[in-house]
């Protein structure tokens, strides 16, 4: 199972003041809208997402179909394909794609200690 780029989603209080944090140890903006209070920070293969006011925990976050730098990938495993394989190993899902769609689409997840895990494809599903 390849679940794509990982990102780390942070629930800041103050999206300003954390950008100046993750600035002083090498993070710059790599995307986001600072005016919809969420940036992604990047520091050489390492992303993360500052959320103000958008969710209460911090969330792990997957993008099948995209690299370390969010470009996207000729091949990789469609967000259904991925909903599949959890579903069969017996993984209970917070929500689900619509598996009669293609193309972006997200699950949540939760592992046993109660940390959210987001599966979030932005790119079209690969052809086959």
């Known amino acids: ?18 950008r100046a944090f993750y600035k002083t140890l090498g993070f710059e903006e790599a995307g986001g809208d600072a005016t919809q209070n969420w940036l992604v920070l990047r520091n050489a293969t390492t992303t993360i997402g500052l959320f103000q006011g958008m969710f209460d925990d911090n969330i792990l ?10 470009e996207p990938l000729q091949e990789f ?4 394909e991925l909903q599949r394989i959890l579903k069969d190993q017996g993984v209970a899902l917070i929500t689900e794609a619509d598996e009669s ?5 997200s699950v949540v997840l939760q592992d046993p200690d109660g940390n959210q895990i ?10 086959k």
């Open 61 to 70: 976050t997957f993008n099948p179909g995209w690299n370390h730098k969010a």
């Open 118 to 127: 987001l599966i979030d494809q932005h790119v079209p599903s690969p052809t």
């Open 101 to 105: 769609t293609s193309g972006p689409a």
């Open 1 to 18: 199972m390849h679940l794509g780029a990982f990102s780390v989603s942070l629930a800041v209080k103050d999206l300003e003041a954390s």
């Open 77 to 80: 495993q469609d967000i259904r």
